[in-house]
């Protein structure tokens, strides 16, 4: 298994490897330190621009909502309908990109967080997701719908209202290419989903799977990047979330906050991380080659105030990772299914 | 030119594509602020473990050094002539990885930054980093050689003191490797280096270039990802930094020097940034194709206390900018070349 020296590994999605140095946590740390993240506990805040009745910078007022909230974003970064116009000087090569950015508010009060709200609320959640991704994804022009969370200040997240965003677009971006081509050449050569093959090894080894219901699996990647990086899987090989029917929904919200769950417990703090939707792109591809999935990236290392840092080497380089993603497994496996503030 | 619209610029030496969105810096920041770097004003401090004369915690003492010194890391990465162990089961695969890491005190000068150094102390660097590159690339199983600096606490530096660091090792590296490839491209068909001929476009075109002398050039590359993200450039097609002659190590001194100047007159703060040098690979193969070059990636962009987050958008999809790389380039280029403290 190679845990005890450095050894890479490879990422089948994406076909890339990361550096693993399992012994690397022994150094002492001087470093930066962030400020430990802790819940909010106010239910509703005025000056918040996503809680119900509240008016936006752009001058549109939210609705007294119940449940979710969306919204496009007013300070997007993406404009809808750009007549394609192409640069091309030598060797310098660019685009227009249209697409539309919205905003998802996952609950009216802003004091919750995904582990926070009940089965029922994150389904709601769920539901909007589905929502968004079919009506975003048949628009002409938009072949691609990213749905992603940045969850705390150190993930450059600027409000705690809980909420995630949507960047949809007409190319299909570096990432989601990536595992398309790993997915589509295993696709082609053995007719069978890559993850789902994958799914099973897993299950069998039993060495990396932090949870699991009818509908859906979390796992640490044999290849995680991040510390505490997990992913969620179907165990149903679906291309996008818009197949789930409503046991599955309810399945998928459940595994979402047990996953969330077991990361605040770990140090005892609101965890920060990133997290995103992998999934077909809908430029009108067939796409069998999709399984779709969700994973965390989640920078704490050491501490609620320590996080890894992707720089230098990692940036010019190869990702590399401290701790062994069994280690990581491990210590979130062990943890209590209810979460610290209730206890 | 496309630039007051979304749009995507194609990064010839990795062929990858960054989104653009010009309009977005407009948007208010109530997130996250990190402290302001400031200059350090102690010339040695008796706790830092680079400084000359201190024991570092492996017990080594550190010699009364002038100029410049290197020692291997004492908490590395990776370990020196691990046997290969290849590890293949079903979907996952790994396998050892062989490699020494170093560190390179720039100077004994605890309060020291690059941009305060003066060109004959640069060039003391410029020289230790040949040195450690023929060195360490004539081992054998050292393939490839990285020299890269993090600078500043929030680039994950947890020592103040002017140092880098070199990870050499037995695999080419993620990134280097796509470098290779679209370089390679070019050599094989056009028989010139690619970034030659770019480095011949920018300077007719005069848009993005911000320094330069008899021998490099530094200039913000068309698809600069990191909001100040620039590039320094050799005018010789050369494949690696042992090719260059006393007064092209000067001169390469002479542009890292005020580069960082401008980058710390931007914000008037020590500006933090991960940078490095990429060459050919040391595994023995001509690589006529590589151009070598040494890159800055600096996160803030705002202010001194307000960075680029590459959070969930980014990690998932695609890397995406506020500014243009024009708009970058031309607020590093009117500013003083006397680093603000001595002003
Ligand atoms: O070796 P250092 O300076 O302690 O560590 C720093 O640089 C390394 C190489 O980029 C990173 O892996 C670490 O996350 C970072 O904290
Ligand atoms: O739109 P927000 O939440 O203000 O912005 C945040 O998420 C975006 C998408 O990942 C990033 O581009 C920004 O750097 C980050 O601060």
Chains 1, 2 share one sequence.
């Not at 005890?4 to 022994?26: A, C, M, Q, Y």
């Not at 998802?104 to 991704?133: A, D, R, Y």
């Not at 965003?165 to 989601?176: G, M, T």
Request: one cysteine or more; proline letters at 6%.
């Amino acid at each position: 298994m190679l845990n005890d020296k450095p050894h890479r590994r490879f990422n089948i999605l994406t076909g890339e490897w990361v550096l693993v140095s399992p012994h690397r946590t022994k150094r002492p740390w001087q470093g930066k330190k962030d400020v430990k993240s802790t819940l909010e506990n106010k239910t509703y805040d005025e000056t918040c621009y996503l809680c119900p009745t509240n008016t936006r910078a752009s001058g549109d007022t939210n609705p007294d909502y119940n449940g979710t909230y969306s919204f496009t974003n007013d300070f997007a970064a993406l404009m809808p309908e750009l007549p394609v116009e192409k640069y091309q000087n030598g060797l310098l090569q660019g685009q227009t990109e249209s697409g539309i950015c919205k905003v998802i508010c996952f609950s009216p009060n802003h004091g919750l967080t995904l582990p926070l709200m009940s089965v029922e609320q994150i389904t709601q959640v769920v539901q909007l997701w589905k929502k968004e991704f079919l009506e975003l994804g048949a628009k002409e022009g938009i072949n691609y719908v990213q749905i992603f969370e940045n969850k705390g200040a150190i993930m450059g997240c600027s409000n705690p209202h809980p909420h995630g965003q949507i960047w949809s677009q007409s190319s299909i971006p570096e990432e989601v290419l990536k595992k398309q081509t790993s997915q589509r050449n295993y696709w082609s050569t053995h007719s069978k989903s890559l993850l789902k093959d994958y799914l099973e090894q897993e299950l069998e080894l039993d060495e990396r799977i932090l949870l699991s219901n009818d509908h859906f699996v979390a796992l640490v990647p044999y290849w995680a990047v991040w510390p505490y990086e997990a992913m969620i899987v179907p165990r149903k090989h679906y291309q996008d979330i818009s197949q789930l029917n409503v046991e599955e929904e309810i399945a998928f919200a459940a595994i979402i906050k047990e996953l969330t769950t077991l990361y605040d417990n770990l140090f005892e703090t609101s965890f920060p991380y990133s997290s995103g939707i992998h999934q077909r792109p809908t430029d009108g591809g067939s796409h069998d080659e999709w399984h779709f999935h969700m994973s965390f990236y989640p920078p704490l290392l050491r501490s609620a105030e320590v996080k890894k840092f992707m720089v230098g080497y990692e940036m010019f380089a190869n990702p590399q990772r401290d701790i062994t993603a069994e280690a990581a497994a491990e210590n979130l496996r062990k943890l209590s299914r209810v979460h610290y503030s209730l206890r």
